[in-house]
């Protein structure tokens, strides 16, 4: 490939040719941009959008269970996904909160539950027959009221596993309620957790509800979800016609089987050639008819002048239990 010159760099050949100084040519300016090292491994925008499918049903289902137990309209949104340091997390937190730890088995890693007490207290004014109101100025939760409690946060771990299990089967049983000067010491600061948040309404009330899941967690998450969102290409209507045409032409092994027969050993041993072994079973008795080892039918024995075969009585279906049934 030519390279054309630029009219500096031809001066530069002419002074070298006639032994004078080479002018340096310098090179043309980069272009520097800032990197912030606390973006990356953030979740790309494929990965947000196989999580938020996953939890598109887990706010519905929890809308309705927990509308269903406290007998009241409720409505729940997934409104943020992000990837970020716990200790980031924990500054956006408010100083009086209600959290609480999810052990989650056989992983034997902990999920984390934040609550909004502006949605707390409602919820447990409802359970104790109440209306549903909000208090005035935010308090923190006594004994009796964190036990309260507990119902609706066993709601949540119900969902929250029967929305992971086609997934990532894991169980979520709840754990311990956690003060604000525990909370802390739970993940490593500089850990980086997933954090989903959702809205909680209720009575014209809202809060957040947030659910932070350790990097061990959300990793095996993400690459189970990668591996799982990967579809195959559907054939086209001229390929299924093709394959369909050649598994016409292909060749099956068919075999009329016995049912279990009780031997003896003795009859056996002691068998000689030529020698009849009675089986106990009657030819007008049905038999198994298999495909390629595989149990399809179940039909009698026939002869067709000098040729051998099996005459078709019923399909066999094959339920849960493995055991063949006719139809």
Same mark, same amino acid.
């Given at each position: 490939m030519?390279k054309i010159?630029?009219?500096?760099?031809?001066?530069?050949?002419?002074?070298?040719?006639?032994?004078?100084?080479?002018?340096?040519v310098?090179d043309?300016p980069?272009?520097v941009s800032?990197c912030?090292?606390?973006?990356?491994?953030e979740?790309s925008k494929d990965q947000?959008?196989?999580?938020?499918l996953?939890?598109?049903?887990?706010?519905?289902s929890?809308a309705?269970?927990?509308?269903?137990?406290?007998r009241?309209?409720?409505h729940?949104?997934?409104v943020?996904?992000e990837?970020?340091?716990?200790?980031?997390f924990?500054?956006?937190?408010p100083?009086?909160?209600?959290?609480?730890?999810?052990?989650?088995?056989?992983?034997?890693e902990?999920?984390l539950?934040?609550?909004?007490l502006?949605?707390v207290?409602?919820?447990?004014?409802?359970?104790?027959g109440?209306?549903?109101k909000?208090?005035p100025?935010?308090? !923190? #939760?006594?004994?009796?009221?964190?036990? =309260?409690l507990?119902? /609706?946060? $066993?709601i949540?771990?119900?969902? +929250?596993q029967?929305?992971?299990?086609?997934?990532l089967?894991?169980?979520?049983h709840?754990g311990?309620?956690?003060?604000?000067?525990q909370?802390?010491?739970?993940?490593?600061?500089?850990?980086r957790?997933l954090?989903?948040?959702?809205?909680?309404?209720?009575?014209e009330v809202?809060?957040?509800?947030?659910?932070?899941f350790?990097?061990v967690?959300?990793?095996?998450?993400?690459?189970?979800?990668?591996?799982?969102?990967?579809?195959r290409?559907?054939p086209?209507a001229d390929?299924s016609?093709?394959?369909?045409?050649?598994?016409?032409?292909?060749?099956?092994?068919?075999?009329? !089987? #016995?049912p279990?027969?009780q031997l003896? =050993?003795r009859?056996? /041993?002691e $068998?000689?050639?030529?020698?009849? +072994?009675p089986?106990r079973?009657?030819?007008?008795?049905p038999?198994?008819?298999?495909v390629?080892?595989r149990?399809?039918?179940?039909?009698?024995p026939v002869?067709?002048?000098?040729?051998?075969?099996?005459?078709?009585?019923?399909t066999?279906?094959?339920?849960?239990?493995?055991?063949t049934?006719?139809?």
């Open positions: 030519e010159l630029n009219q500096e760099e031809i001066d530069q050949l002419f002074r070298a040719a006639q032994g004078g100084p080479a002018k340096p310098l043309a980069h272009s800032a912030n090292f606390r973006q990356a491994g979740l947000v959008r196989q999580v938020t996953l939890h598109e049903s887990f706010a519905p929890l309705n269970s927990l509308g269903a137990f406290l009241v309209g409720f729940v949104s997934l943020a996904i990837q970020i340091n716990y200790h980031e924990l500054s956006r937190l100083e009086q909160t209600y959290f609480v730890t999810v052990a989650l088995t056989p992983m034997e902990i999920t539950v934040q609550l909004d502006s949605v207290f409602p919820m447990i004014d409802l359970l104790l109440g209306s549903g909000a208090i100025e935010p308090r !923190d #939760l006594t004994e009796i009221e964190e036990q =309260i507990e119902s /609706v946060v $066993m949540l771990c119900r969902e +929250l029967n929305t992971w299990q086609p997934v089967p894991v169980m979520f709840m311990q309620r956690q003060k604000t000067s909370i802390s010491g739970l993940i490593s600061p500089s850990e957790v954090n989903l948040s959702f809205e909680l309404t209720l009575n809202s809060g957040v509800l947030n659910l932070v350790p990097a967690v959300s990793n095996a998450l993400l690459r189970k979800l990668a591996a799982g969102m990967v579809q290409r559907k086209s390929q016609a093709r394959l369909y045409r050649r598994l016409l032409e292909c060749n099956f092994g068919v075999e009329l !089987d #016995l279990h027969v003896r =050993i009859d056996v /041993v $068998m000689q050639r030529g020698q009849v +072994l089986l079973h009657s030819l007008r008795d038999m198994v008819i298999s390629n080892s149990p399809v039918f179940s039909g009698v002869r067709c002048g000098p040729l051998r075969g099996g005459l078709i009585q019923s066999l279906s094959t339920p849960a239990n493995g055991k049934e006719a139809k």
